[in-house]
């Protein structure tokens, strides 16, 4: 048995950069982002079609020439234990694997890099620890901690953060200097938020950051880490 599958893209250019990727949704999320825009997918995904697995892996298989690796997403996909039947069985055809996890499982994290299972894993940070709940409804950043610990240790790895406008210029220091001290400051990208469809329908009304502001933010962070960059401006 697999998870169920809500969302596929048979080739994505913008779900892992400088790759094309097929992407795989899974539902369900453990937090609540007032700024999340995957509102079916986190909250109501019985009212989307479930995909077969087996249609997924006709099309990988299909686009195998051109498809550099397949994209777990959600949702939240760490969430789910058959995540690692799932991931075995794209490792089996071949493909590379690259995990977006919002980082609350740091033992599936753990798991699924033992095993090999992925070759990537991007894990966003939503906001500072003290503000995590407010945010996202989640306050055990203890494990957000944790996740950090083990992704970093990991060649391949990134974390990000989405701009939406009530984390501010001080949330993202402290997150900085945060990776910055554990040496976990190898990659951090920036994200716009984008105000439509979200799970909290008060987060509609906020206007998302400028470029220009958003511009500014990454200057101050440049120094903390290797890379860094602006995504969906
Ligand atoms: S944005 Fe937040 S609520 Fe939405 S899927 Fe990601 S972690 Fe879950």
Redesign the pocket.
Same mark, same amino acid.
Do not use: A, R
């Given at each position: 048995m697999k998870p169920e599958i809500k969302g596929f893209a048979p080739s994505s250019l913008v779900d892992w950069d400088g790759k094309i990727a097929a992407a795989i949704f899974l539902p369900y +999320? &453990? *937090?609540?982002?007032k *700024? +999340?825009? &995957?509102?079916e997918?986190?909250l109501s995904p019985e009212k989307l079609k479930t995909i077969p697995f087996s249609e997924i892996k006709e099309k990988l298989e299909k686009n195998r020439e051109f498809i550099d690796g397949v994209v777990i997403s @959600? @949702?939240?996909p760490t969430i789910n234990p058959e995540i690692v039947k799932l991931c075995t069985e794209i490792k089996n055809l071949g493909f590379k694997v690259k995990l %977006?996890t919002?980082g609350?499982s740091p033992e599936m994290i753990s798991e699924l890099i033992e095993k090999k299972l992925v070759d990537y894993v991007a894990m %966003?940070i939503?906001t500072s620890f003290k503000n995590y709940g407010k945010i #996202? @409804? *989640?306050s055990d950043t203890e494990k957000i901690k944790k996740s950090i610990e083990i992704i970093k240790k990991f060649p391949e790895y990134e974390f990000r953060m #989405?701009l939406f406008p009530e984390i501010k210029k001080e949330d993202l220091i402290e997150i900085s200097e945060y990776l910055k001290k554990q040496e976990a400051n190898k990659s951090f990208f920036l994200q716009q938020f984008r105000n439509w469809s979200c799970?909290d329908e008060n987060a509609e009304k906020i206007k998302p950051y400028s470029k220009d502001e958003i511009e500014s933010f990454l200057e101050l962070i440049k120094p903390y880490f290797d890379k860094s960059g602006i995504r969906n401006i």
């Open positions: +999320c &453990n *937090f609540k982002c *700024f +999340c825009s &995957n509102k997918l986190v @959600g @949702g939240e %977006d919002n609350s %966003d939503k #996202t @409804g *989640f #989405t799970i």
